[in-house]
């Protein structure tokens, strides 16, 4: 697979499926990728790559992901799922994504993914030039899922 990373996007969703798998593809779906090959990828956003709203993405690219799901078939469980992103002032730099995903409310998620990025740009001694965090909730009527992630596009990946 031979592509150059130009930009990423966030998103997040939530859904009730019939199964686990049918609820996480529900939640993928809401959440705009749900017609594409997610690739699992650690949290690295490349340097010098722009963060953009989620762009409309060919169905079935393949698109290295870093990505949170929670999925639970207790109902009136709350759960939630969060990714975040923080880019350093340096842009030659790489950027990192967070992910956080369990029995949570939106904000907890939030938060947790927030003290996270901040200690992990403390630990790379760099400071942050941008951050921005996206989360989903969902309260559990039969089987749900919250997922959020952060996709890193080429622009052969678009429409």
Known sequence: ????????????????????????????????IGNVNLIKVSSIIPPEVSVVELPKIKPGALVPTAWAEATSDVPGETIAAAVGYALPDDPTKPGVIMEFHGRSTRADAERAIRAMLDEAFRVRGEAIREMRVFAA??????IGCAVAAVTLLAEEDLV
Do not use: K, P, W
């Open 137 to 142: 909730e969902h309260t559990v009527e039969r």
């Open 1 to 32: 697979m031979t592509r150059t990373v130009t930009m990423a996007a966030a998103t997040a969703g939530h859904a009730e499926g019939g199964t686990h798998l049918n609820a996480f593809d529900n939640a993928l779906l809401a959440a705009g």
